[in-house]
C-alpha cells in the first residue's frame, strides 16, 4: 500500500538536558540528527520543518511558531499552516526548488531528535492510519509502553480540529504541552522497534546512539547511508554483490584492486543510459566486472 502524506519535523526545542546545544545539528555517524530524521521521511511529499533554516542534506520548506520558542503545539500548528500556504526558497544543500504539491490528508509528526527512525517505520505509520478509518492518529508506544506522539502520524483535520479548539479556550497555543493536543484524538496505539522511537534527550543519549551505529551489525549499513547522504544518492544497491566483487578483485587480481574496481564499476553505471543508471545498472556492471575477475584469476592459477 503507498499512502501519500506530509511530514512536520519540529526542531525549535531549547535543549535545556543538553546545555543548549543545539541538538538538531548533533551529529551520530557523522550525520545531523535533523538530517537522520529527513531521511526517514524522505517519501512525504512535502517536508517542513520548524526551526530556524540551516543548510540540510534534502530538500524541505522553514517556518517557525509564533512566538518563537512557544513549545510544541505552536510549532505543530505552524508546521500545519505552512503545510496550506505556497513553498518559499530556504536555506538547503540541494538548489532545486520545492514543488507546489496539495496538502496530503495525513501528516508524519517527528521530533529533531530521532537518530535510527527510518523510512520503514514511517511507512508503517503512515499505512497503519490509512487502514484505520475509524482512528485519527497512530503513535508509536516504545518498549516502556509509553506513547511517543512525535514519532506518529495524524489525519490532518483531526489536528486542526483539536487546535482550533486549544486556541480558543487558551487564546493561544503557547505554552501548552502537546498531549493536550493529541489526548483529544482517536488513536491507535503502535508498538515500534526500540531504536525507531529513541530520541536523543541527553548526552548519555548521544553517546548511546553513536556507539550503536559503530556495532558490528550496524556500521557497514549506517556508514553506506551515511555517504550516500554525504554525496547526494538515492540509490539502493546490493552491497553483498559489491562486497563478493571486491573480495574476487583482492583476491584474484591484488588487494588494491578492490576498491578501485567499485569505484569503476560505480563510474561505468553512472554512465549506462545517459547518466539515468540505477540499481540494475550497477548490478549488471558489477556482474561484468566479477566474471572478468574470475577469468583473470582462472588464467593464474593455470586454468582454462
Known amino acids: 500500500m503507498t499512502t501519500a502524506y506530509d511530514a512536520i519535523v519540529l526542531a525549535g526545542g531549547a535543549a535545556r538536558r543538553l546545555g543548549g546545544a543545539d541538538k538538531p545539528g548533533l551529529r551520530v555517524g557523522g550525520r545531523p540528527l535533523l538530517d537522520r530524521v529527513l531521511a526517514g521521511c524522505r517519501d512525504a511529499g512535502r517536508t517542513v520543518v520548524v526551526a530556524t ?18 513549545g510544541p503545539v505552536a510549532a505543530l500548528a505552524a508546521g500545519l499552516r505552512r503545510l496550506t500556504d505556497a513553498p518559499e526558497p530556504a536555506a538547503q544543500a540541494a538548489p532545486a526548488p520545492v514543488g507546489r504539491a496539495a496538502p496530503a490528508a495525513l501528516v508524519l509528526v517527528l521530533s ?3 537518530p535510527f527512525f527510518d523510512a520503514a517505520t514511517a511507512r508503517r505509520l503512515v499505512d497503519a492510519l490509512a487502514e484505520a478509518p475509524e482512528a485519527e492518529g497512530v503513535v508509536s508506544v516504545d518498549a516502556e509502553g509509553r506513547e511517543q506522539p512525535l514519532v506518529a502520524a495524524y489525519r490532518v483535520e483531526a489536528l486542526r480540529r483539536e487546535l482550533a479548539g486549544a486556541a480558543a479556550e487558551r487564546g493561544g497555543l503557547d505554552g501548552l504541552p502537546l498531549r493536550r493536543i493529541t489526548g483529544g484524538l482517536r488513536v491507535v496505539r503502535a508498538p515500534s522497534e ?12 548521544i553517546a548511546a546512539a553513536r556507539a550503536r551505529i559503530r556495532e558490528h551489525g550496524n556500521v557497514l549499513d549506517e556508514w ?12 539502493d544497491v546490493d552491497t553483498g554483490l559489491l562486497l563478493d566483487l571486491a573480495r574476487d578483485a583482492a583476491h584474484g587480481v591484488a588487494r588494491p584492486a578492490a576498491p578501485l574496481t567499485t569505484f569503476l564499476v560505480g563510474y561505468a553505471a553512472a554512465r549506462a543510459a545517459g547518466g539515468e543508471g540505477g540499481p540494475e545498472a550497477v548490478k549488471e556492471a558489477t556482474q561484468k566486472a566479477a566474471a572478468l575477475a574470475q577469468r583473470w584469476a582462472a588464467e593464474q592459477d593455470g586454468a582454462g
Do not use: H, N, Q, Y
Open 112 to 114: 529533531a531528535d530521532l
Open 53 to 70: 533554516p540551516r543548510t540540510t542534506a534534502r530538500p524541505v520548506e522553514w517556518t517557525r511558531e509564533d512566538p518563537p520558542g512557544g
Open 224 to 235: 553506506i547511508t551515511a555517504v550516500k547522504d554525504e554525496l547526494g544518492i538515492d540509490l
Open 194 to 205: 526500540a531504536s525507531a522511537s529513541f530520541d536523543c534527550d541527553t548526552w548519555e543519549d
